[in-house]
Nanobody, 126 residues
Framework: QVQLVESGGGLVQTGGSLRLSCAAS????????VGWFRQVPGKEREFVAA????????FYTDSVKGRFTISRVNGENTVYLQMNRLKPEDTAVYYC???????????????????WGQGTQVTVSS
């Protein structure tokens, strides 16, 4: 079992930055790929970014490329999502998710992840 806890959400103005953290406990985090997803009320949860367990591969949805950066520090059991140049359409609850995968694999779909955090709210004001 892996327990995930997100933090770092909040209210920010358009163009601002936030850094989300996903802290893991339980089994070693080192062999788990991690993804970030987001959801707004009334819409499906959508993929944002993912990182392979060795950190050697990352993947982003088109709308955040060049603005968001996913990274991880396995020794700290933490994955980060640095979000820059935020836009009102980035407003959502952000969730991190994890699952064991091969070294360079990343997942972009909900069903590829077994473990989920409780989410953290990000609100971008215009």
């Amino acid at each position: 079992q892996v327990q995930l806890v997100e933090s770092g959400g909040g209210l920010v103005q358009t163009g601002g930055s936030l850094r989300l953290s996903c802290a893991a406990s339980g089994r070693t985090f080192s062999y788990y790929a991690v993804g970030w997803f987001r959801q707004v009320p009334g819409k499906e949860r959508e993929f944002v970014a993912a990182i392979s367990y060795n950190g050697g591969r990352t993947f982003y949805t088109d709308s955040v490329k060049g603005r968001f950066t996913i990274s991880r520090v396995n020794g700290e059991n933490t994955v980060y999502l640095q979000m820059n140049r935020l836009k009102p359409e980035d407003t959502a609850v952000y969730y991190c998710a994890a699952n064991p995968m091969s070294p360079l694999a990343v997942g972009t779909r909900l069903h590829e992840y077994s473990y989920w955090g409780q989410g953290t709210q990000v609100t971008v004001s215009s």
